[in-house]
């Protein structure tokens, strides 16, 4: 990414593809901060260790998370258990992912100011073998982007997408999203989409 952050529109999906895990969350925390700092509200979807990250560079960076939890502008919940919460039989159910995530961004949304998500959501399924499961994972954020007004930002580390026997389902993961920003993945000579 090299300062390369990622910006986002009103109802940008975008896609970062990283090298470099330390470089990523400081991107993340950037798109996170920005909707903060713009009086809106940023929900951190993400591990244990990714949110501890977030919480660090935000708080170098200024960002008052204490007062930012309090008044609800900064959500955080556990991409482990949120993926638990929906997932019937290893495969994402439509309504219990609209039934956990849905309240969550209808509350960010009653905000004046932007709405920015981050989500490792995908990545986790991606990462256990489960493309196929991410895939529709990004399209169930799309249909959600449909009613919602918020900008969202997905990673995926360039090493578990580069994969030959994978460039099928990177190339749908790409055109999932509005945009891709970060490395490019070395999945032979492929240009990704975007």
């Not at 991410?134 to 997905?154: G, K, P, Q, T």
């Not at 026997?165 to 989409?193: F, K, W, Y």
Request: charge should be negative.
């Amino acid at each position: 990414m090299n300062g390369n952050t990622p910006s986002a529109g009103h109802k940008d999906h975008v896609v970062v593809f990283y090298a470099d895990d330390r470089e990523f969350t400081g991107a993340v925390g950037e798109f996170l901060g920005g909707g903060l700092w713009s009086d809106g509200v940023a929900v951190a979807i993400a591990t244990h260790s990714r949110r501890l990250a977030l919480a660090s560079w935000m708080e170098r960076a200024g960002v008052d998370l204490t007062a930012a939890r309090a008044d609800g502008t900064y959500v955080e919940l556990d991409a482990g258990a949120t993926l638990a919460s929906f997932m019937v039989n290893d495969w994402p159910d439509p309504a219990a992912f609209w039934q956990v995530i849905s309240p969550v961004i209808q509350h960010a949304s009653g905000t004046a100011g932007p709405v920015r998500v981050f989500g490792e959501l995908v990545a986790l399924l991606w990462e256990s073998g489960q493309a196929g499961a991410a895939i529709d994972v990004e399209a169930l954020w799309n249909e959600m982007a449909s009613r919602y007004s918020f900008s969202l930002l997905c990673g995926y580390s360039a090493q578990s997408v580069s994969s030959p026997e994978l460039s099928d389902a990177l190339t749908q993961v790409c055109l999932a999203h509005t945009r891709t920003a970060g490395v490019s993945p070395e999945v032979g000579q492929a240009t990704l989409p975007g």
